[in-house]
């Protein structure tokens, strides 16, 4: 059982940069691919963003490509999300969620998820 807390939500303006941050309680926190995910009032969550569980491989939606970076520390049981550059479009209620397999995080539904954190972003 993995129990993933979000955090570092807020209101920006546009241009402004957040940091998300995701604390996990496994103790194999290591060995699972760790994802963000969002979803916008009136649409269906996306996949954001992605990282295996070395940290090696990263993978995006093109929307945030060069303006979001996904990172991770092991030793602290925490996946980060620096959003940069944001946009009004990027509103929305942001999820961390986490499975032992990157594929599946990435292309269907992953194992766990947290209770998300709200971004607003204002023109």
């Known amino acids: 059982q993995v129990q993933l807390v979000e955090s570092g939500g807020g209101l920006v303006q546009a241009g402004g940069s957040l940091r998300l941050s995701c604390a996990a309680s496994?103790?194999?926190?290591?060995?699972?691919?760790m994802g963000w995910f969002r979803q916008a009032p009136g649409k269906e969550r996306e996949f954001v963003a992605a990282i295996t569980w070395h940290g090696g491989d990263t993978y995006y939606t093109d929307s945030v490509k060069g303006r979001f970076t996904i990172s991770r520390d092991n030793a602290k049981n925490t996946v980060y999300l620096q959003m940069n550059s944001l946009k009004p479009e990027d509103t929305a209620v942001y999820y961390c969620?986490?499975?032992?397999?990157?594929?599946?995080?990435?292309?269907?539904?992953?194992?766990?998820w947290g209770q998300g954190t709200q971004v607003t972003v204002s023109s």
């Open positions: 969620a986490a499975d032992r397999n990157t594929f599946v995080l990435r292309t269907t539904t992953p194992a766990y």
């Open positions: 496994a103790r194999t926190f290591s060995s699972y691919a």
